[in-house]
């Protein structure tokens, strides 16, 4: 049978990955899951690794749950590995999403000066596992969830040496679950042209039953008061004018760009309210512990479905299981452009519609963006590239650099005060500055 090893495996979302491999059983023999975390995690590894084997005993089947601190033991010979670890835990995401605030810039976890520091912090790490793959697993997959996964993604593409890399969200999964919920019909009917990047992707068509219902799906969603349908992002409605001439349909994370101003108040006003999203989840998460720990749970408790990490297991399952059983269907996930996107070069990664093979993800080619979307997204590839060669170098003018050139920011004064203060506030996890 085959071996997982989960790295971040004491994540709140491990229950969510679980049901997923059980679901999959019949198609995907998986025979062991190695869940893996550092000290600090080790309390929660050992709750929520304890109702992963209550899951697997409820539902009969031979897969060993092992729990270690133990990175190599679960690395060694190991078919997929998939990340989904948070350096500085949620302490070092409040940070993120409350500096930045004082500047008058969004806070948020993957985007602006926070998604540039949790890539800042989750570079290093990514790419010493990937060492530790070359030597203990060679012929494995990384399934990549850690966020910012795009960015993360990319810095694995350009400075590691393994190739078989692919990056994974829930938000495209979750558009084609929205539109299919906005036509009422089962989400095996709709399917959605993706592309862009991670947290910056674009609905460039829609179909049910193959035949393209874009018109009609732009006019539902013009016609919605939140156009946000993950538990993270609270947005607005889209301006029919806006929505019409842009054609395309765009993510929930595209709020923070198309409705800078709106956000900012919006996310400010939520964080001395109620705290920001990483403080509501620190709750949220306490609450989940407290019933993972109860002995007669035995399922993945429907509380869960309050994080914004919905659809995971689906994706990060229906994808591995694609790779190994060489199924060539169409899934959007992050990986090598070679060429889709037109003015993206080959070696970045993006966020696109691809058939899933046993040799990996094969982009589907779309050619160049639309005019008015393929601006921004160069942009951010940009603010990405510049990221992820400040994280491998530690060189602060190139972190300055990033945020200045980042549509969030946009200014060289408040790129290095942000960075300045937010080095100092993680420095713990900054070895590199
Ligand atoms: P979390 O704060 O619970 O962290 C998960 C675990 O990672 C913790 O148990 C922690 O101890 C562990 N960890 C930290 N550093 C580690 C290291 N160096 N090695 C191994 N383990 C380490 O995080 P969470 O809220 O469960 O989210 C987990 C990750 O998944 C985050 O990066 C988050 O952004 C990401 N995520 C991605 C998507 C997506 O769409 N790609 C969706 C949801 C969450
Ligand atoms: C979405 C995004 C993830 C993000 C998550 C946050 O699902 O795709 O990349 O990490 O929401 O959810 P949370 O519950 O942690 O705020
Ligand atoms: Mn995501
Ligand atoms: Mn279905």
Known sequence: GLKIATIGGGSSYTPELIEGFIKRYDELPVSEIWLVDIEEGQEKLNIVGNLAKRMIAKAGLPIDIHLTLDRAAALKDADFVTTQFRVGLLDARAKDERIPLK?????????????????LRTIPVILDICKDMEELCPDAWLINFTNPAGM???????YANIDKVVGLCNVPIGMEMAVAELLEVDHSRIRIDFAGLNHMVYGLDVYLDGVSVKDQVIKMVTALDDNSFVKNIHGFGWEPEFLKAINVIPCPYHNYYYKSREMFEKVKQEAEAEGTRAEVVQKLEKELFELYKDP???????????????????????????????????????????????????ESAVEISCVITKDGPKP?????????????????????????????TGDRNLAVLALTINPLVASDTLAKQIVDDMLEAHKKYLPQF
């Open 364 to 392: 589907i080619a779309v050619g160049d963006l639309p005019v008015p979307v393929r601006g921004l997204v160069q942009q951010i590839k940009s603010f990405e590239r510049v990221a992820a060669e400040a994280a491998v």
């Open 103 to 119: 500047y008058g810039v969004l806070g948020q976890e993957t985007n602006g000066p926070g998604g540039l520091f949790k890539g």
């Open 296 to 346: 007669n749970l035995d399922i993945k408790p429907p509380q869960l479905e309050k994080r914004g990490g919905a659809y995971y297991s689906d994706a990060a399952v229906r994808l591995i299981s694609s790779i190994y059983n060489d199924k060539r269907d169409i899934q959007p996930v992050n990986t090598r452009n070679n060429g889709a996107i037109a003015s993206i070069p080959d």
């Open 152 to 158: 993360v993604t990319e810095a694995v593409l350009r």
